[in-house]
C-alpha cells in the first residue's frame, strides 16, 4: 500500500468508527521545501545532527489488533490539549507498525523509565517479534498492550491523522492514563540513552 493510500485506509476506518473529527487526508507532498533553482534543501545527516541536540523522553506505542499485539518505540511524543484531552505522536509512513496501530483505532502510549534503555532497543527492531517475553496486560478503556514496569501510560483513540512530510502526525483523545511508580525517564540525546540529573 502507497503512503496516500494508507492514510486514506485510516480515514475509512476512523469513520467506520464513527469518528466526526476525521479529515480527507491529503496528497503525499513533495518532500523538498525548494525549487531546483534555489539553494539545496538541508542536508539530511546535518539536520540528524542539531536535531539531536533536542534531549527527549522515550516510549511505546502499542496497540491490539486481530494479529495480537503491536508496537514500535517512538520519541516523537507529545501532549497536545487538555481540552478535549488530547496526546499526538509521529510515525513514518515506511513504519510497518502503522498500518496495524491505524486499523486497530486505538493505542496506549508506555512512558519508558531509565532502565528500559533495552525494551525501547528490542521494539525499535523491524520483523521481530517485539513482544517476545514482554509482560503486558490490557489497558483499561482500549486493551491496547500496557508494558510491565513503565511508569506511566496513556490508553488513547485515534481521532485524526495528518501528513508530515515523510511522516504521519497521529492525534489521540485520552481514553484513560496513570502513573504506576515514580522514577527517573529514559531519555535520548544526541543518538545515545540516558537518564535525568537534576
Avoid at 501532549?79 to 499526538?88: E, G, H, T
Avoid at 529514559?186 to 545515545?192: A, K, S
Wanted: charged share 20%.
Amino acid at each position: 500500500m502507497g503512503h496516500a493510500g494508507m492514510a486514506a485506509t485510516v480515514v475509512r476506518h476512523l469513520r467506520a468508527a464513527g469518528s466526526p473529527t476525521a479529515v480527507e487526508p491529503l496528497p503525499r507532498p513533495d518532500l523538498r521545501a525548494v525549487r531546483e533553482d534555489e539553494r539545496p534543501p538541508v542536508d539530511p545527516a546535518e539536520f540528524r545532527r542539531v536535531l539531536g541536540h533536542f534531549a527527549s523522553g522515550v516510549t511505546i506505542v502499542t496497540a491490539l489488533d486481530a494479529d495480537g499485539p503491536a508496537g514500535f518505540a517512538c520519541q516523537s511524543f507529545a501532549s497536545l490539549s487538555l481540552d478535549p484531552p488530547l496526546v499526538a505522536f509521529m510515525v513514518a509512513r515506511t513504519s510497518t507498525t502503522w498500518p496495524r496501530i491505524a486499523a486497530a483505532g486505538t493505542f496506549c502510549v508506555n512512558v519508558l523509565g531509565a532502565e528500559q534503555g533495552e525494551l525501547c532497543r528490542s521494539f525499535a527492531v523491524s520483523g521481530a517479534d517485539k513482544f517476545a517475553g514482554v509482560p503486558w496486560d490490557p489497558s483499561p478503556s482500549t486493551g491496547s498492550p500496557r508494558l510491565t514496569g513503565a511508569p506511566a501510560w496513556i490508553d488513547c483513540t485515534i481521532t485524526t491523522v495528518h501528513t508530515g512530510g515523510d511522516h504521519l502526525i497521529v492525534v489521540g483523545r485520552v481514553e484513560a492514563l496513570g502513573a504506576e511508580h515514580e522514577g527517573e525517564p529514559l531519555l535520548f540525546h544526541r543518538g545515545r540513552f540516558g537518564r535525568f540529573s537534576a
